[in-house]
């Protein structure tokens, strides 16, 4: 009788001692499968430094050495660029809005050159736009004749090609600024 008890006992202890270290053990493989879902592209750190970009699919990443560290979306995303007051070259107040679409095409620089790239590049189309409608009269820009959009987006493009991040579309919109605005 005392014999059952002790093989009882010692199975038992010997299911526990598994489950102590088989459970860990799967953790750490699932920690380290890496499901990259597409249109995505993560960017990869050993060590707190750049060793890859991992596309769409299945990956291996070493757990306790690597990192996905960033996470960006490959697919255009719509900029919403806020009213800006700008001062045409005859002295004139012009608001100036819209909208852009860009899209990460580098991970790597656009992990590392700014923080935040869509932030980046608005500040980046928000100077441009000052720059642009400063050497244009007023009334050329409120009738949207001079291809303002145009304008800024090829000035900026270069730019934002060496941030990782390509400069889509652009619409914008002017409208002469009321003196009550201040």
């Known amino acids: 009788m005392s014999e059952t008890v002790l093989q009882n006992g010692g199975s038992l202890f010997f299911l526990a001692l598994v489950l102590v270290f088989m459970l860990p053990a799967i953790g750490i493989i699932r920690k380290a499968l890496v499901v990259v879902p597409s249109d995505r592209a993560f960017v990869v750190e050993r060590f707190g430094r750049f060793l890859k970009v991992l596309p769409a699919g299945l990956h291996f990443v070493p757990p306790f050495i690597d990192r996905v560290s960033r996470d960006f979306s490959l697919i255009d995303e719509e900029v919403l660029i806020p009213e800006q007051r700008c001062i045409a070259s005859g002295g004139e107040s012009v608001i100036v809005a819209g909208k852009m679409l860009i899209a990460i095409v580098e991970p790597r620089l656009a992990a590392y050159e700014v923080s935040d790239p869509a932030f980046a590049i608005l500040q980046l189309f928000q100077l441009a736009v000052v720059e642009e409608t400063s050497l244009v009269p007023g ?35 002017a409208r002469w600024a009321s003196s009550a605005v201040a």
């Not at 820009?141 to 941030?163: C, E, F, R, S, Y």
């Not at 390509?166 to 914008?172: S, Y």
């Open 139 to 173: 009334q050329v820009i409120v009738d949207g004749t001079i291809g303002l959009a145009q304008k800024v987006g090829t000035l900026i493009a270069p730019t934002a090609l060496g941030w990782g991040v390509r400069v889509g579309e652009i619409e914008l919109s």
